[in-house]
């Protein structure tokens, strides 16, 4: 069975209850997640073996994360110990007109952003993992971290294994001049990667591919497979968003391969929580890849498992496919019995 890991910060969910913002409440509720905490999990779920490479303070805090990533059924051996801290978010849920809300502690300070090379033997990695996941998220933290994922993923390369990139750009992570920043970063890792997590806009504010004055679908079909083409990108994938004016959201999946794309049917729905559905999506689509389904089911599957996130608590979606399957057929009941 391929190894997928993910490499990436580790990091501890504080939400606040319900609907309360952070003034008014005096409770909060802890987790811990990731872009590759989520991916591996949902891939766990999926009977898959996921591992999270990352670095965790040896604390009663760092302990508590392994416990949690355990419980989710991720593999914790390839997790390395060091540093003071762990990287920590508040969220607070949005309602109707008022937005959600993240506010981040000291990240650039935690034992994942502050770790050296040495923390991690990258050949020794390289040969136990067949499958790499990184991410947008993780490149825009700082120069140290960037090195680290352009050598694991020349490293996993080299090895004979496949790397997953999620563009997952952040503009506030970037700051100022974010795209003209970052643009070399992401072209770096392009070349390295055999599927890539991208939209329209990602390849024309980060890669500056032009697109026209067209509709969003006219201007992904333009695209996308020019920057397949310039980077020898294999898969290409990626979501459509709609907020609507009742308050519910939908969504769209497209895939790319070899010239040829597939859409998902669009999907709407009521939303409880939706950080984490982005990489619900990625998670499918490595999952229907590996298990090589026709494009069509990868992308309606992975489009169905980020409508499901959408209705969990938390930023981690632990579906199996028979669920996912289950929520795209349609059949719903009032009452599983």
């Known amino acids: 069975m391929p190894r ?35 991916v591996t999990a949902a891939l766990a779920r999926y009977g898959h073996n996921g591992a999270v490479i990352t670095t965790l303070p040896d604390t009663p805090v760092g302990e508590a994360a392994i416990a949690y990533l355990r419980k989710l059924g991720v593999d914790t051996s390839l997790i390395s110990r060091g540093g003071k801290q762990l990287g920590m978010y508040f969220l ?23 770790a050296e090379a040495g923390n991690y033997d990258m050949s020794a990695l390289a040969s136990r993992v067949d499958v ?36 997952n750009y952040r503009p506030a992570l970037w700051g100022a001049d974010g795209y003209a920043k970052a643009r070399p970063h992401y072209e770096e890792l392009l070349e390295l990667a055999d599927t890539v997590m991208m939209n ?14 067209y509709d969003r679908i006219t201007q992904l079909k333009h695209a996308i497979p020019e920057a397949a083409k310039r980077f020898r990108i294999g898969t ?5 968003r709609e907020i609507n004016d009742n308050n ?3 969504l769209t999946g497209y895939i790319y391969h070899q010239g040829t794309f597939e859409f998902s049917r669009k999907l709407t729905f009521s939303v409880f929580d939706r950080i984490g559905a982005g990489d619900a999506f990625a998670s499918a689509v490595i999952h229907g890849e590996l298990q090589q389904y026709p494009l069509q089911q990868t992308v309606d599957m992975a ?26 057929s349609d059949h719903t009941l009032d009452v599983e019995r």
């Open 4 to 38: 997928i890991a993910a490499f990436g910060e580790v990091m501890m969910r504080l939400q606040v209850p319900g609907y309360e913002t952070l003034v008014q409440s005096s409770r909060l509720d802890y987790s811990f997640s990731g872009s590759g905490v989520n």
């Open 92 to 114: 607070e849920n949005g309602f109707g007109a008022r937005p959600g809300r993240v506010t981040y502690t000291d990240r650039l300070g935690s034992s994942f952003n502050t």
């Open 200 to 213: 329209e806009k990602d390849a024309q504010f980060i890669l500056g591919i032009g697109t026209g004055e």
């Open 303 to 328: 489009a169905a498992a980020a409508m499901l996130a959408h209705t969990i608590q938390g930023d981690t979606a632990l579906f199996t496919e028979g669920e996912v399957l289950r929520a795209l």
């Open 236 to 240: 290409a994938a990626g979501t459509h």
């Open 132 to 167: 790499l996941h990184l991410c947008g998220i993780t490149l825009a933290m700082n120069e140290a971290v960037r090195k680290q994922m352009k050598q694991l993923a020349a490293a996993v390369k080299s090895a004979g294994g496949r790397v997953v990139f999620d563009c």
């Open 248 to 250: 519910t959201h939908s």
